[in-house]
């Protein structure tokens, strides 16, 4: 069967790269972290992209998120060039980085806050926004706790309905979950792919763990080391949910493990 999609939202925006090349200017010289990367991640889609440390996989995402721009070529959004940030799209970073002096909801207003569309103080805690963000991660009871009363699970939470509450048509998720318990890690990607099916957003995530994409993605596109060049490309079609018994990704993982270098 193929793998479910999810409900596809009247904005759903995709994202091309289109012969993409980024290099870093050391005092040492000049390094080259991307080679000619070339794909498109259809509106509403879920993208997993793999490769070694170093690999350049989180310099795409923050060239997609607008954070910066590639040495070489294109990356345009619905066709139109990326220059800049976006609200339409919303980064969660391996550290939640969660401001210490502000309780969870108030570190989800914070964005919001910083553009003016909700109001600071108590009376941000019942803005709707905030109020649906903290439900769809499951944090409605700990919306006064402070960051530090919250466990490594709870504090990703937190960054990702930070992420969520502008409703973003693009969430990129840089190693997300790298840093959780593997009881934790589990959990949080069922509720992630459960997320993603129920509000439309396309997603593009970086990961060094290959039954996490397995998990998540519809896609996975596999990168090799540096400068990193696509080496792989492999669509992901069984049955939400997945698990790891399955003949079916045993066989897919054999495969994705096979491009980074670890055959059977």
Same mark, same amino acid.
């Given at each position: ?16 790269l289109?012969?993409? =090349?980024? @290099? ?17 991640? #259809?509106?509403?889609? /879920? ?9 350049? $996989? =989180? ?10 721009? #590639? ?11 990326? $220059? ?25 207003? *914070? ?22 963000? *903290? @439900?769809?991660?499951g944090?409605?009871? /700990? ?6 009363? *919250? =466990? ?22 840089d @190693? ?11 959990? *949080?990607?069922? @509720? ?8 439309g ?12 994409a ?39 993982? =054999?495969?994705?493990l096979?491009?980074?270098? /670890?055959?059977?």
């Amino acid at each position: 069967m193929i793998a479910a999609r999810n409900s596809r939202r009247a904005d759903a925006i995709g994202v091309r790269l289109a012969g993409v =090349s980024h @290099e870093y200017v050391l005092d040492t010289g000049t390094l080259r972290v991307l080679e000619d990367i070339d794909f498109a991640v #259809p509106p509403g889609s /879920f993208t997993a992209l793999l490769g070694p440390s170093g690999s350049g $996989k =989180s310099t795409i995402l923050r060239i997609v998120a607008g954070l910066e721009s #590639p040495s070489r070529g294109r990356v345009l959004a619905d066709d139109v060039t990326i $220059k800049g940030p976006d609200p339409s799209r919303a980064v969660v970073f391996q550290d939640a980085t969660l401001f210490p002096w502000r309780n969870v909801w108030r570190n989800v207003a *914070l964005g919001p806050e910083a553009r003016g569309s909700v109001r600071g103080g108590r009376a941000a805690q019942h803005d709707p926004r905030i109020v649906r963000a *903290l @439900e769809r991660v499951g944090l409605t009871a /700990f919306a006064t706790a402070m960051p530090h009363q *919250l =466990s490594g699970g709870m504090a990703q939470r937190v960054a990702l309905a930070r992420a969520l509450i502008g409703d973003p048509a693009v969430l990129l998720l840089d @190693e997300p979950l790298g840093k959780l318990d593997a009881l934790t890690r589990g959990v *949080l990607q069922r @509720e992630l792919a459960d997320l993603w099916q129920s509000s439309g957003f396309t997603a593009l995530l970086v990961t060094h763990d290959v039954d996490e994409a397995l998990i998540l993605a519809d896609r996975i596109i596999v990168l090799s080391e540096r400068p990193g060049r696509i080496v792989g490309d492999l669509a992901v079609n069984i049955e939400r949910p997945r698990h790891r018994a399955d003949p079916n990704f045993v066989a897919l993982r =054999s495969a994705v493990l096979g491009w980074l270098g /670890f055959p059977d």
